[in-house]
């Protein structure tokens, strides 16, 4: 996804590519940012005749909920499935993650919603929540939002309207599914951005995993879902094929009501970036739009209904 950072000083710099050119050899050519990641600087380096992404975080990410060790094994499962680039190494000091390079382009969400990528990417998933790897840190996005809705106020801004009851109602998403056996913690993804697909022409890579953390496998379903405007068909399309049998009531129900809670912490994401901006980037607008889509959900009604087919066992 994003976080905060601030530009890199020379001296960061400098010091990442020397350790670099000692563990892979001199640097080849210039140092090329890549498009892309509000949340880091990811620059396209050359050492020993390999091209590498060099990935350095911005500040104060631990106010995002990243925990950089997760990051870094959570590429690592994902590598050794097909599904992420190969980790090259990863430097504390100073800070940064490094994986060999993937040449391909961005899948736009038009794309994603392709049944055959849809296809691709719920299969990829599937193998990823399944591998069996234990993450050292929880994803839980209702406690993530109640994080940086404290941390907004804490900056003197008066939280959006609209908050409070979308809050009320994650909060009785996240009781309803907490008991569910489809819903116990598995490693995610957590950004399933159509920023973070890129296609090679033989397979979809799935890149920036700092949000990776063991969660419901079912917010990486509605996260990827609410991000790249599925439809009733594309939703049971994913479900599917993540299952590998027909969508039922209780799944759908639970995809979209993850959907809402993705929506809202993108939504906070937006307005917790917008308390000190450093970058050049419409925080506001980013956040008006998710909690626009909040409003989008449904009445009461629909509501209590979803999150009871939700709580069902069949």
């Not at 949000?211 to 399309?237: H, K, T, V, W």
């Amino acid at each position: 996804m994003r976080a905060v950072h601030e530009e890199i000083s020379p001296p960061e710099l400098t010091q990442a590519i020397a350790r670099l050119s000692a563990l892979f050899g001199p640097r080849r050519g210039g140092i090329r940012p890549l498009a892309g990641g509000v949340s880091n600087r990811n620059l396209l380096v050359n050492f020993g005749g390999t091209d590498y992404v060099v990935r350095l975080p911005g500040k104060d990410t631990e106010l995002l909920g990243i925990d950089r060790e997760a990051e870094r094994l959570a590429t690592r499962r994902a590598a050794d499935l097909g599904m992420a680039p190969k980790v090259a190494a990863m430097l504390d000091e100073p800070p940064c993650l490094v994986t060999c390079y993937v040449e391909g382009e961005l899948l736009t969400p038009e794309r994603l919603r392709d049944p055959g990528v849809l296809a691709e990417v719920a299969y990829a998933l599937r193998a990823f929540h399944d591998s069996g790897l234990e993450l050292p840190t929880r994803f839980q996005p209702y406690e993530l939002i109640r994080h940086y809705a404290d941390h907004v106020t804490a900056g003197g801004i008066e939280l959006p309207e609209a908050f409070e009851p979308a809050f009320e109602r994650a909060g009785r998403i996240a009781a309803a599914l907490d008991e569910h056996p489809e819903h116990r913690p598995k490693p995610t993804h957590n950004d399933l951005l159509a920023a973070n697909f890129l296609g090679t022409g033989e397979r979809v890579v799935l890149v920036d995993w700092e949000y990776a953390g063991m969660g419901d496998p079912f917010f990486d379903l509605g996260s990827f879902a609410a991000n790249n405007e599925f439809g009733q068909r594309e939703e049971e399309g994913l479900l599917e094929a993540y299952f590998r049998e027909a969508a039922t009531p209780r799944r759908l129900a639970a995809l979209k009501l993850l959907r809402f809670m993705s929506d809202l912490r993108e939504a906070m994401w937006g307005e917790l970036q917008g308390v000190a901006p450093k970058l050049d980037f419409d925080f506001g607008g980013y956040a008006r739009m998710h909690f626009e889509r909040l409003t989008q959900f449904g009445d009461d009604q629909s509501f209590a209904r979803r999150l009871e087919e939700a709580r069902s066992r069949d």
